[in-house]
Nanobody, 123 residues
């Protein structure tokens, strides 16, 4: 599976961005999808994940109520809608795919990674 992430950019605090992750190479619906991020000087951390049926979603506590993960299996695309952005959301955001949702949530042992997309939130 090849993953191509896009949608990052520079936004003021309180603003919104929508990240997209387009998958190719294998049936998209076979995989749980997720987003992880890495801020400068920090370890990569889990942000959000969604099961292959979209029946289950998980969020890191600091983004609950502000971020929404979704997917369109017909378009082989996963999304991360980010609202009410804060400067502490500044990071490189990576999309990820794995047959096991638990691996995406744990952020370890993930089979496929996209390239990162930079999100910068100014105060």
């Amino acid at each position: 599976v090849q993953l191509q992430a896009s949608g990052g950019g520079l936004v003021q605090a309180g603003g919104s961005l929508r990240l997209s992750c387009v998958a190719s190479g294998r049936p998209f619906s076979d995989y749980a999808m997720g987003w992880l991020r890495q801020a400068p000087g920090k370890e990569r951390e889990f942000v959000a994940a969604i099961s292959w049926t979209s029946g289950s979603t998980y969020y890191e506590d600091s983004v609950k109520g502000r971020f929404t993960i979704s997917r369109d299996n017909a378009k082989n695309t996963a999304y991360l809608q980010m609202n009410s952005l804060k400067p502490e959301d500044t990071a490189v955001y990576y999309c990820a795919a794995d047959p096991r949702l638990s691996r995406v949530v744990a952020g370890t042992g993930i089979a496929y990674w996209g390239q990162g997309t930079q999100v910068t939130v100014s105060s």
